[in-house]
């Protein structure tokens, strides 16, 4: 089929020895095949744990997860395997997810056996790696195959990890923050590199950012996460011209220059830590967040109603839509929480 679909509802997800974190509750998302959909929101957001999900690092106490219409069972077995595969993650440190005692060739070489594509002798390996390296555009190959992870700059071995990554031949890329850890300059080549594969091998790209302007740059669509809730999405384009929640035109307001890939305010390696400083004021606690809309403590359009009742998706012109009570085109109080529909 044409589409190519991942949905996963969530609700919670209980860490051991902790209160449950509801660390993402009810978002439904759906990638489709040669399309970057970006999931923006600040650290404690809950988009990592998106990505994460996905990739099954660990289980949602509920919800459900489809690899092009088929259900995929969180336990072994051929459709989860078949899933490992064809969904593959891109970490934020390519230095930390690179093992420092293996070369590029070790690292790739190893990820085409585990997906049955190194091939039958020698020659064929050699292929696979030249193929591999030149799809990353680490060309010469052989200038780049035999070096240790601390022989690249930080850039190449993103670009290293992206090859790995490809070695499994997926249809889907989870890409979390791939290059806030990177140089500014560098960015940009990375993420060109990322649409290049999208487009060429017609890749479905999850790209989660706390960068609305490189979401603008760089993706298809555009998810607003806040405090583990999606609120607003549609064209990265129309999202980001015309932010219709409040949290998304504060969020705009606050990136210091939208035409460029920005790192604002980013210290290398801070990595989440430094992300919610951004936007003004704190991101709620996930263990108790704030009843009615989360997102209320902070809203400089809060209503009454903000405060008890959780407000639903409104679908606005163009594929837009935010969860903000200010388009439910009524402005009477309703006394009773609405429930948010599936
Ligand atoms: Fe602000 Fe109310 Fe909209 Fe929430 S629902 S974003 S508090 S106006
Ligand atoms: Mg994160």
């Excluded at 932010?243 to 939208?258: R, W």
Aim: proline share 8%.
């Amino acid at each position: 089929s044409k589409h190519f679909r991942v949905r996963r509802t969530l609700r919670s997800i209980a860490e051991r020895d902790r209160p449950v974190v509801h660390a993402v509750d009810d978002v439904s998302l759906r990638l489709r095949r040669g399309t970057v959909t970006a999931v923006v929101g600040e650290s404690g957001s809950g988009k990592s744990t998106i990505a994460r999900l996905l990739a099954q690092l660990y289980p949602a106490t509920s919800g459900e997860l489809r690899l092009s219409g088929k259900p995929v069972r969180a336990a072994r077995g051929k459709s989860f395997r078949a899933y490992c595969r064809q969904v593959q993650l891109i970490f934020q440190d390519p230095f930390g997810s690179l093992n420092p005692t293996h070369t590029v060739r070790y690292h790739l070489t190893r990820a085409l056996r585990i997906h049955g594509r190194a091939g039958r002798t020698a020659a064929e390996l050699e292929q696979a790696l030249t193929e591999l390296l030149g799809r990353v555009h680490l060309t010469p190959p052989d200038r780049y195959v035999d070096k240790f992870p601390h022989e690249l700059s930080g850039g190449q071995r993103q670009r290293v990890a992206i090859a790995r990554a490809m070695a499994a031949d997926p249809k889907v890329l989870l890409a979390d923050e791939p290059v806030s850890m990177l140089d500014v300059s560098i960015r940009l080549g990375i993420l060109n590199l990322l649409r290049d594969l999208k487009e060429r091998l017609d890749l479905a790209i999850l790209y989660i950012t706390h960068d609305i302007a490189s979401a603008r740059y760089f993706a298809d669509e555009t998810l607003v996460m806040y405090a583990g809730r999606m609120v607003e999405g549609g064209d990265s384009e129309t999202v980001t011209q015309r932010p219709a929640h409040p949290y998304t035109q504060l969020l705009i307001g606050s990136a210091p220059d939208p035409d460029r890939i920005t790192g604002a305010g980013e210290e290398p390696g801070a990595g989440d830590a430094t992300e919610g400083e951004e936007a003004g004021g704190e991101p709620p606690s996930l263990i108790s967040p704030p009843p009615g809309c989360r997102f209320h403590p902070r809203c400089p359009m809060a209503m009454a109603r903000c405060r008890t009742d959780v407000p639903p998706r409104f679908d606005l012109a163009d594929g837009q839509w935010a969860a903000c009570w200010l388009y439910d085109g009524t402005t009477e109080e309703r006394p009773a929480p609405q429930e948010a529909p599936a």
